[in-house]
């Protein structure tokens, strides 16, 4: 919130400076750029967006505004428009370093990690003290696999800012596929400490208390996430999940796949559909479903374990031996105590 209200500030003066130094074209720019702000901090993106047209119309070399269009874009999950806009912000003016941060940000959300780490160190000497340059730093990293150097980047953000609430939930999140379960924990209660509300933390925090089978407080968790917004696709799953193991099978089947309907893609939806159907004897419909979940190829806790006891209830034994045994490389907990129980 203070970064950006300080970048207005900037950009206000930038603006002024143009009103001062131009013809009518230039002053009418710098007028439908201050309204454009205003927009912007309104959370008014539509009409953000029209007047940043606007401003760029009047002035085609008006490297402040491609960059709060970027910004406005980024915002509202337009990465790929971001990506080009910040990029013609740029080449205007190549001292315009925050494009270079905020067009990270875009690369990251595109899957450009390369780009994005590029960006980032063209101007990491100017951003030594930016909590968001780590933040960021440290989602690609994590992104690309580099765990520990991820890490290091989210201590750095917090360190210069200990109300960075997304740090605390990112990291948290790393820990989480790191099995440091504790450390995950207190990363999500600091973080629910800052933001009571915050649904990532939130909803992240009742899947620790759902392994630790703290049901009721797991529930209260999602249920919290519903509360506000009834359509939250991962709350819906996590509920459904807990729901199988609490005797309300049938609810948290529809929650599943109510789920499943916002987020087609959800490994963890198809393992917990799995589970109901195993719940029911219906071992082929089970394997579907795990089979489902390991064909998006996302980590996913305990599928491998869960394929290969659905095999083994299907009569197939070769079948679930040779799952729990690619289980066991994937350090699925599950799959390395069936497969020690009951393959050679």
């Not at 960021?136 to 609430?165: E, H, P, T, W």
């Not at 630790?212 to 249920?223: G, Q, R, S, V, Y």
């Not at 219906?282 to 579907?288: F, I, S, T, V």
Request: hydrophobic content about 40%; overall charge neutral.
């Amino acid at each position: 919130m203070i970064a950006t209200n300080k970048n207005l500030l900037v950009l206000l003066f930038l603006a002024l400076i143009l009103a001062g130094c131009g013809g009518q074209d230039k002053k009418d720019a710098a007028d439908f750029f201050l309204k454009a702000n205003k927009a912007l901090t309104q959370n008014n993106y539509a009409e953000a967006l029209r007047l940043y047209d606007e401003a760029i119309a009047k002035n085609a070399d008006f490297s402040d505004a491609y960059l709060n269009k970027g910004i406005t874009l980024l915002k509202t999950g337009k990465a790929d428009d971001a990506f080009e806009i910040l990029t013609e912000a740029i080449r205007i003016d190549p001292s315009l370093l925050q494009a270079n941060l905020v067009r990270s940000e875009a690369g990251f959300e595109l899957g450009r990690f390369t780009e994005s780490l590029a960006d980032l160190s063209a101007i990491e000497k100017e951003y030594k003290d930016s909590t968001r340059f780590f933040l960021v730093k440290g989602n690609v990293l994590g992104a690309l696999g580099n765990d520990q150097s991820a890490i290091a980047q989210y201590d750095r953000a917090i360190s210069l800012n200990k109300a960075n609430v997304e740090a605390y939930v990112n990291r948290g999140a790393l820990y989480y596929r790191m099995r440091a379960y504790p450390a995950a924990k207190l990363d999500f209660q600091s973080a629910l400490t800052l933001e009571p509300s915050h649904p990532q933390a939130l909803n992240n925090l009742g899947l620790l208390l759902s392994r630790e089978k703290d049901w009721k407080a797991a529930l209260a968790c999602f249920d919290q996430v519903l509360n506000r917004t009834p359509d939250d696709a991962y709350s819906l799953n996590n509920k459904g999940y807990v729901l199988l193991n609490t005797g309300s099978a049938e609810e948290g089947k529809k929650l599943i796949e109510k789920s499943l309907e916002k987020i087609p893609e959800n490994g963890y939806a198809y393992r917990n559909l799995g589970i109901y159907y195993f719940q029911k004897h219906k071992y082929a419909e089970a394997l579907e479903n795990y089979l489902k979940a390991i064909e998006i190829a996302e980590p996913v806790e305990m599928l491998y374990g869960l394929t290969g006891q659905a095999y083994l209830q299907n009569q197939q034994p070769v079948e679930a031996c040779n799952i729990w045994k690619q289980g066991i490389i994937l350090k699925d907990s599950l799959a390395i105590v069936a497969a020690k129980s009951n393959c050679r």
